[in-house]
Nanobody, 125 residues
Framework: QAQLVESGGGSVQAGGSLRLSCAAS????????TGWFRQAPGKEREFVAA????????YYTTSVKGRFTISSDNAKNTVYLQMNSLKPEDTAVYYC??????????????????WGQGTQVTVSS
């Protein structure tokens, strides 16, 4: 069973930056894709960004394009989400998730079988 642990969350003012990390341990896929999702209070969990196992493809939801960057370090089995120019509407619990890498990049929560416990990001105005 793969285990995912997120870190790097915290509280920042609008315009600030944070870098989230997603470290995998236990069972690891030889080829996997990693996604970042977020869930704000009272809202459904939504897709933020995803990256294929070799980092060759990335995909972002429209609201974070140009501000967030997803990257991977396969030697460390870790995926990062660099978040710049943060806005109050980015406040949420951020989750990373993994799935075997095949086909198009997945953006739906049910397509990812493995999830971390989440890390809180709070952006104040």
């Amino acid at each position: 069973q793969a285990q995912l642990v997120e870190s790097g969350g915290g509280s920042v003012q609008a315009g600030g930056s944070l870098r989230l990390s997603c470290a995998a341990s236990g069972r690891t896929f030889s080829n996997y894709a990693t996604g970042w999702f977020r869930q704000a209070p009272g809202k459904e969990r939504e897709f933020v960004a995803a990256i294929t196992w070799n980092g060759g493809r990335t995909y972002y939801t429209t609201s974070v394009k140009g501000r967030f960057t997803i990257s991977s370090d396969n030697a460390k089995n870790t995926v990062y989400l660099q978040m710049n120019s943060l806005k109050p509407e980015d406040t949420a619990v951020y989750y990373c998730a993994r799935r075997p890498d095949f086909g198009p990049i997945a953006t739906m929560t049910h397509e990812y079988p493995y999830w971390g416990q989440g890390t809180q990001v709070t952006v104040s105005s």
